[in-house]
Every structure is written in C-alpha cells, then in structure tokens.
C-alpha cells in the first residue's frame, strides 16, 4: 500500500526551527517528485518547496527562500528544514508525490501530486 506520513510539526516562537519529515511506504522514493505544501483554513493548498525524483532538482516558493531547505534523507524520507519561522508560516503542512521521470518538480499545482499523507501541524507564535 503506497503511504505518506509527515511528522515534526509543533508549535515555535518567531525565528524558531523546525524539522518535517515525509516518510514512504509502499514506493521508492527515488522515482518520485516529492512536495510539500502548506494549507490554512479558507485558502488553497499552496506549494512550499519540492525536490524531483532522482535528479533532485529543488524548487522554493518565494516566500521561503533562504529559510527553508528541502532534502532527501535515506531512500523513503525527505525532509523539510524550517528556519527563521514566522508567524505567517502557520498551517498544515503536507508531502505529496507523483511519479516522474522529468527533472522537474511542480510548485504550482497540488492537483499534480497523487499520494499525499495526513499532514502535520505547524503553528508559530509568540
């Protein structure tokens, strides 16, 4: 059975850290684009950060650039390296993955993604 799970989330005063993980089940994750996205209630999923299959080339919104990093860890993990969060960060936040042979990952559209896991909490406030 192809699973997602994301764990790390918590909640962090502004400038805190965070660590997400995206962990697969019932796939190689080395022949997937894997995403994150974040969402808040009454807004769309909106794409954070991806990484492509094994190529590995990463994309970043705008909006985390120079504070997020996105890596694959062993061949069923990504990560996603919160820092120098704000409380605009806040929301849940999900990995998807589509199967691709492509160098590219897509940011812009969450309909691209095929699995996603049950999403992780994150909340940033002082």
């Known amino acids: 059975q192809v699973q997602l799970v994301e764990s790390g989330g918590g909640s962090v005063e502004p400038g805190g850290s965070l660590r997400l993980s995206c962990t697969a089940s019932g796939f190689n994750m080395g022949y997937y684009d894997i995403g994150w996205f974040r969402q808040v209630p009454g807004k769309d999923r909106e794409g954070v950060s991806c990484i492509s299959n094994s190529y590995g080339t990463r994309y970043y919104a705008d909006f985390v650039k120079g504070r997020f990093t996105i890596s694959r860890g062993n061949a069923q993990t990504v990560y996603l390296q919160m820092n120098n969060l704000q409380p605009e960060d806040t929301g849940v936040y999900y990995c998807?993955?589509?199967?691709?042979?492509?160098?590219?990952?897509?940011?812009?559209?969450?309909?691209?993604?095929?699995?996603w896991g049950q999403g992780t909490q994150v909340t940033v406030s002082s």
């Open positions: 998807g993955a589509v199967q691709d042979i492509t160098r590219i990952c897509i940011l812009s559209d969450s309909k691209e993604y095929s699995t």
